[in-house]
Protein backbone atom coordinates (compact mmCIF):
# COMPACT_ATOMS: atom_id res chain seq x y z
CA UNK A 1 0.00 0.00 0.00
CA UNK A 2 1.53 3.55 -0.66
CA UNK A 3 1.45 6.24 1.31
CA UNK A 4 -0.80 8.40 -0.74
CA UNK A 5 -0.01 11.93 -0.24
CA UNK A 6 -2.42 13.52 -2.26
CA UNK A 7 -5.13 13.26 -5.54
CA UNK A 8 -4.15 15.60 -8.70
CA UNK A 9 -6.86 16.00 -11.64
CA UNK A 10 -5.71 16.22 -15.26
CA UNK A 11 -7.55 16.09 -18.63
CA UNK A 12 -6.45 12.14 -18.48
CA UNK A 13 -8.02 12.13 -15.26
CA UNK A 14 -7.17 11.35 -11.43
CA UNK A 15 -4.09 10.41 -10.36
CA UNK A 16 -2.63 9.94 -6.71
CA UNK A 17 1.01 11.14 -5.74
CA UNK A 18 2.83 9.25 -3.41
CA UNK A 19 5.60 9.00 -1.41
CA UNK A 20 7.46 5.79 -2.47
CA UNK A 21 8.62 3.30 -0.05
CA UNK A 22 11.30 0.59 -0.13
CA UNK A 23 9.04 -1.60 -1.65
CA UNK A 24 8.88 0.52 -4.84
CA UNK A 25 12.60 0.41 -5.73
CA UNK A 26 12.38 -2.38 -8.41
CA UNK A 27 9.68 -0.13 -10.12
CA UNK A 28 11.20 3.26 -10.09
CA UNK A 29 14.36 1.37 -11.42
CA UNK A 30 12.20 0.14 -14.35
CA UNK A 31 10.47 3.23 -14.68
CA UNK A 32 14.02 4.68 -14.98
CA UNK A 33 15.75 2.00 -17.19
CA UNK A 34 11.97 2.27 -19.58
CA UNK A 35 12.63 5.96 -20.38
CA UNK A 36 16.57 5.66 -20.40
CA UNK A 37 16.11 3.13 -23.12
CA UNK A 38 13.30 5.34 -25.23
CA UNK A 39 15.15 8.05 -25.07
CA UNK A 40 18.44 6.14 -26.76
CA UNK A 41 15.63 4.79 -29.47
CA UNK A 42 14.65 8.70 -30.16
CA UNK A 43 18.97 9.66 -30.30
CA UNK A 44 18.43 11.19 -26.45
CA UNK A 45 21.67 9.90 -25.13
CA UNK A 46 20.44 12.16 -21.82
CA UNK A 47 20.66 8.74 -19.70
CA UNK A 48 21.78 5.31 -19.63
CA UNK A 49 20.12 2.59 -19.23
CA UNK A 50 23.04 0.94 -17.16
CA UNK A 51 23.43 3.72 -14.67
CA UNK A 52 20.18 2.74 -13.22
CA UNK A 53 21.84 0.39 -10.94
CA UNK A 54 19.99 -1.34 -7.39
CA UNK A 55 22.49 0.59 -5.30
CA UNK A 56 22.46 3.89 -7.46
CA UNK A 57 18.36 3.86 -6.70
CA UNK A 58 19.05 2.99 -3.44
CA UNK A 59 20.98 6.20 -3.22
CA UNK A 60 17.95 7.89 -4.02
CA UNK A 61 15.84 6.78 -1.59
CA UNK A 62 18.75 7.59 1.27
CA UNK A 63 19.35 11.38 -0.17
CA UNK A 64 16.09 12.09 -1.72
CA UNK A 65 11.89 11.91 -1.30
CA UNK A 66 11.00 9.77 -3.89
CA UNK A 67 7.56 10.57 -5.42
CA UNK A 68 5.19 8.33 -7.70
CA UNK A 69 1.87 9.35 -10.39
CA UNK A 70 -0.34 6.55 -9.02
CA UNK A 71 -3.45 5.29 -11.64
CA UNK A 72 -5.57 2.60 -10.59
CA UNK A 73 -2.60 0.88 -7.86
CA UNK A 74 -0.07 1.23 -10.69
CA UNK A 75 2.95 3.38 -11.19
CA UNK A 76 2.55 5.65 -14.22
CA UNK A 77 5.18 8.10 -13.08
CA UNK A 78 7.70 9.33 -10.87
CA UNK A 79 9.82 12.17 -9.64
CA UNK A 80 12.42 12.97 -7.09
CA UNK A 81 13.31 16.04 -5.02
CA UNK A 82 16.22 16.76 -2.93
CA UNK A 83 16.87 20.26 -1.35
CA UNK A 84 20.44 20.77 -2.49
CA UNK A 85 22.14 19.27 -4.99
CA UNK A 86 25.94 20.73 -5.67
CA UNK A 87 26.67 17.97 -7.95
CA UNK A 88 24.93 19.99 -10.38
CA UNK A 89 24.27 23.66 -9.20
CA UNK A 90 28.07 23.91 -8.08
CA UNK A 91 28.33 27.88 -6.65
CA UNK A 92 24.97 28.09 -7.88
CA UNK A 93 23.91 26.23 -5.20
CA UNK A 94 21.31 27.71 -2.76
CA UNK A 95 19.68 26.12 0.23
CA UNK A 96 15.95 27.31 0.78
CA UNK A 97 15.13 25.61 -2.88
CA UNK A 98 13.55 22.08 -4.18
CA UNK A 99 15.63 20.64 -6.93
CA UNK A 100 13.86 18.01 -8.99
CA UNK A 101 15.34 15.07 -10.91
CA UNK A 102 14.39 11.83 -12.68
CA UNK A 103 11.10 12.77 -14.10
CA UNK A 104 9.56 10.44 -15.76
CA UNK A 105 6.28 9.17 -17.44
CA UNK A 106 5.59 5.02 -18.71
CA UNK A 107 5.58 5.11 -22.16
CA UNK A 108 1.87 3.85 -22.27
CA UNK A 109 1.15 7.43 -20.45
CA UNK A 110 3.43 10.02 -22.75
CA UNK A 111 1.96 12.90 -24.48
CA UNK A 112 -0.73 13.37 -21.68
CA UNK A 113 0.36 16.16 -20.00
CA UNK A 114 1.38 13.90 -16.94
CA UNK A 115 5.07 15.80 -16.72
CA UNK A 116 4.08 19.14 -16.27
CA UNK A 117 1.44 17.73 -14.20
CA UNK A 118 3.79 16.01 -11.44
CA UNK A 119 5.85 19.45 -11.95
CA UNK A 120 3.22 21.73 -11.09
CA UNK A 121 2.39 19.31 -7.88
CA UNK A 122 6.34 19.76 -7.02
CA UNK A 123 5.95 23.43 -7.00
CA UNK A 124 3.51 23.29 -4.88
CA UNK A 125 4.75 20.58 -2.22
CA UNK A 126 8.18 23.26 -2.46
CA UNK A 127 5.62 26.21 -1.72
CA UNK A 128 4.30 23.99 1.23
CA UNK A 129 7.85 23.43 2.33
CA UNK A 130 8.42 26.77 2.75
CA UNK A 131 11.10 26.94 -0.11
CA UNK A 132 11.79 29.82 -3.02
CA UNK A 133 11.91 27.83 -5.56
CA UNK A 134 11.87 24.58 -8.01
CA UNK A 135 14.96 23.91 -9.51
CA UNK A 136 16.27 20.97 -12.56
CA UNK A 137 19.00 20.86 -14.52
CA UNK A 138 17.87 19.16 -18.49
CA UNK A 139 20.65 18.13 -20.94
CA UNK A 140 21.21 20.87 -23.41
CA UNK A 141 21.11 18.42 -25.83
CA UNK A 142 17.23 17.87 -25.48
CA UNK A 143 16.01 20.92 -27.03
CA UNK A 144 12.28 19.72 -27.00
CA UNK A 145 12.82 19.25 -23.26
CA UNK A 146 14.28 22.67 -23.08
CA UNK A 147 11.61 24.35 -24.72
CA UNK A 148 9.12 22.69 -22.48
CA UNK A 149 10.73 23.77 -19.31
CA UNK A 150 10.87 27.79 -20.69
CA UNK A 151 6.90 27.14 -21.69
CA UNK A 152 6.36 26.02 -18.29
CA UNK A 153 7.61 29.24 -16.71
CA UNK A 154 11.31 27.78 -15.82
CA UNK A 155 13.89 30.75 -16.46
CA UNK A 156 17.42 29.50 -17.90
CA UNK A 157 19.83 30.19 -14.51
CA UNK A 158 22.66 28.83 -16.35
CA UNK A 159 25.11 26.21 -17.47
CA UNK A 160 27.35 22.91 -16.31
CA UNK A 161 29.36 20.05 -17.86
CA UNK A 162 28.98 16.75 -16.48
CA UNK A 163 30.99 13.57 -17.91
CA UNK A 164 31.51 15.74 -20.97
CA UNK A 165 28.08 16.89 -21.50
CA UNK A 166 26.39 20.03 -21.39
CA UNK A 167 23.52 20.83 -19.50
CA UNK A 168 21.09 23.75 -18.29
CA UNK A 169 20.03 24.91 -15.48
CA UNK A 170 16.67 25.90 -14.85
CA UNK A 171 14.73 27.73 -11.45
CA UNK A 172 11.00 28.48 -11.18
CA UNK A 173 10.36 31.58 -8.83
CA UNK A 174 7.43 30.37 -6.71
CA UNK A 175 7.36 33.81 -4.91
CA UNK A 176 6.17 35.36 -8.31
CA UNK A 177 3.49 32.55 -8.93
Not at 103 to 129: D, F, Y
Request: charged content about 25%; hydrophobic content about 40%.
Amino acid sequence: MHNLWEEITTPHGSFAIALAAAQDKDTVREMLIEAAEWMATLGVQQWNPQQFTAAEIDRYFAEREVYLLIREDQAVGMFTLQSSDPEYWGTLNEEGCSYLHRLTVRSSWRGKQLGGAMIAWAAKRTKELGRRALRLDCWDGNAKLNRMYAGMGFVHKGTGKKQGRGYNLYEMNLNLR
